[in-house]
């Protein structure tokens, strides 16, 4: 289970025990799909020393399916993967696949991206289908409304069926010993709503707990609010789990506020355009498509031990994004991994140092030397006691 082992202000440092070995936090998720996380290696990723990663219940369900992953040993054995999982649970297909669902009290009606076959995903069958794959952090499934839409009785629906949903995944789940099931707290941008989910939720003393909903495309103002909101208020012993985040300065923000695991498919995504995430003297994007990376025998970070950069020059990616783009786009999923996952464990070694606002005062720094801080962070971090200068 979940031990808090430090506090720096809001921000937690801790160690969360499951069955394929522990996860330290804060952490960063990758995403694989369908267990595996795109044109990255079970061995690539272990060499990046990582606790866990993500894949998704609805499209490992529809292939190759519960029955044949069961059977084929689990999820960990299908995919060479010894450390942990989390499957989520197929809610976010609501939002991704809207074109081809309808939601209803019953469940999910999807049309099947694979074959065109109607499928019906009740929180029953999330729950099967997970207990089947055997990951070791479960997702209950919930009702998923993007924060942009306008429709207020809409948020009302989805967080009382969020909960009715919630308590369906409880009674279905089979494996509670050896898998973790996490509740979604839900309600939009609205503070009721969430206060109302986050209340029912703690009642039900969970595992653990996840802020869903966010990172949909909301202003920043607002998403940071909401995730104070519910730091703020989950119950302090146990894990918290913020959906969808992965850009660097929403990671920090987030650790600051309270918040010990997150996703994103950001870091492998933004790898397939040809681009590298980066500290160092020129902190953000770089991109090796540009003109000026064509002679620079430089690595993308001198710092980073991945294989990316013990191999490959600037200038060697540069060439071959002209002529075979996926294996840059496989190196710098490597690069891209490793960079969020050095992040997370640099800010994991703050918070137990006592140093965590100082740390945050230089990365920030760094980022924007001009001192032009965006105003949802600087407006963030001072609410947690860190003012940027």
Same mark, same amino acid.
């Not at 040809?274 to 902190?283: E, N, R």
């Given at each position: 289970? @979940?031990?808090?082992? +430090?506090?720096?202000?809001?921000?937690?440092?801790?160690?969360?025990?499951?069955?394929?070995?522990?996860?330290?936090?804060?952490?960063?998720?990758?995403?694989?799909?369908? &267990?595996?996380?795109?044109?990255?290696?079970?061995?690539?990723?272990?060499? %990046?020393?990582?606790?866990?990663?993500?894949?998704?219940?609805?499209?490992?369900?529809?292939?190759?399916?519960?029955?044949?992953?069961?059977?084929? *040993?689990?999820?960990?054995?299908?995919?060479?993967?010894?450390?942990?999982? %989390?499957?989520?649970?197929g809610g976010f297909q609501m939002v991704s696949l809207l074109q081809l669902a309808t939601i209803s009290e019953e469940g999910v009606?999807?049309?099947?991206?694979?074959?065109?076959?109607?499928?019906?995903?009740? /929180?029953?069958?999330?729950?099967?289908?997970?207990?089947?794959?055997?990951?070791?952090?479960?997702?209950?499934?919930?009702?998923?409304?993007?924060?942009?839409?306008?429709?207020?009785?809409?948020?009302?629906?989805?967080?009382?069926?969020?909960?009715?949903?919630?308590?369906?995944?409880?009674?279905?789940?089979?494996?509670?010993?050896?898998?973790?099931?996490?509740?979604?707290?839900?309600?939009?941008?609205?503070?009721?709503?969430?206060?109302?989910?986050?209340?029912?939720?703690?009642?039900?003393?969970?595992?653990? $707990? &996840?802020?869903?909903?966010?990172?949909?495309?909301?202003?920043?103002?607002?998403?940071?609010?909401?995730?104070?909101?519910?730091?703020?208020?989950?119950?302090?012993?146990?894990?918290?789990?913020?959906?969808?985040?992965?850009?660097?300065?929403?990671?920090?923000?987030?650790?600051?506020? *309270?918040?010990?695991?997150?996703?994103?498919?950001?870091?492998?995504?933004?790898?397939?355009?040809?681009?590298?995430?980066?500290?160092?003297p020129a902190p953000g994007i770089l991109k090796v498509r540009s003109a000026g990376m064509f002679a620079d025998s430089r690595p993308?970070?001198?710092?980073?031990?991945?294989?990316?950069?013990?191999?490959?020059?600037?200038?060697?990616?540069?060439?071959?994004?002209?002529?075979?783009?996926?294996?840059?786009?496989?190196?710098?999923?490597?690069?891209?991994?490793? $960079?969020?996952?050095?992040?997370?464990?640099?800010?994991?070694? +703050?918070?137990?140092?006592?140093?965590?606002?100082?740390?945050?005062?230089?990365? @920030?720094?760094?980022? $924007? /030397?001009?001192?032009?801080?965006?105003?949802?962070?600087?407006?963030?971090?001072?609410?947690?006691?860190?003012?940027?200068?």
């Amino acid at each position: 289970m @979940f031990a808090l082992q +430090a506090n720096d202000g809001d921000a937690r440092a801790g160690v969360l025990h499951l069955g394929h070995g522990p996860v330290r936090t804060p952490v960063f998720m990758p995403v694989g799909t369908q &267990a595996t996380v795109k044109s990255v290696t079970s061995d690539q990723l272990a060499d %990046l020393d990582l606790d866990i990663i993500l894949a998704n219940t609805f499209h490992l369900g529809l292939r190759p399916g519960g029955e044949t992953l069961s059977a084929l *040993g689990g999820v960990h054995t299908f995919a060479n993967w010894p450390r942990n999982v %989390l499957t989520d649970s197929g809610g976010f297909q609501m939002v991704s696949l809207l074109q081809l669902a309808t939601i209803s009290e019953e469940g999910v009606h999807f049309q099947s991206p694979v074959d065109g076959a109607q499928v019906l995903l009740t /929180p029953e069958l999330s729950i099967r289908l997970q207990n089947q794959i055997g990951a070791d952090i479960i997702m209950a499934l919930d009702d998923v409304v993007p924060t942009t839409a306008s429709d207020p009785e809409r948020f009302k629906e989805a967080t009382a069926r969020t909960i009715r949903w919630l308590d369906r995944c409880i009674a279905a789940h089979t494996r509670p010993r050896e898998q973790l099931l996490f509740g979604i707290v839900q309600g939009g941008l609205d503070t009721e709503l969430r206060c109302h989910c986050l209340n029912e939720l703690a009642t039900r003393d969970l595992p653990g $707990y &996840a802020i869903g909903g966010l990172a949909g495309g909301e202003e920043k103002d607002k998403f940071w609010r909401v995730v104070r909101q519910c730091t703020q208020l989950l119950p302090r012993e146990k894990p918290r789990y913020c959906m969808g985040v992965g850009y660097p300065e929403d990671l920090l923000v987030c650790v600051a506020l *309270g918040v010990d695991m997150f996703d994103c498919v950001y870091p492998a995504r933004t790898a397939r355009f040809g681009s590298a995430l980066v500290d160092g003297p020129a902190p953000g994007i770089l991109k090796v498509r540009s003109a000026g990376m064509f002679a620079d025998s430089r690595p993308i970070e001198p710092q980073c031990p991945c294989e990316c950069c013990r191999h490959y020059s600037r200038a060697y990616l540069h060439v071959l994004m002209n002529r075979d783009p996926a294996v840059v786009g496989h190196v710098l999923t490597v690069h891209n991994i490793s $960079y969020l996952t050095r992040l997370m464990r640099s800010a994991r070694e +703050a918070i137990f140092t006592g140093s965590f606002a100082n740390y945050l005062q230089r990365w @920030f720094a760094r980022r $924007y /030397p001009s001192g032009a801080y965006p105003n949802w962070v600087r407006d963030a971090l001072a609410t947690c006691g860190v003012g940027l200068i």
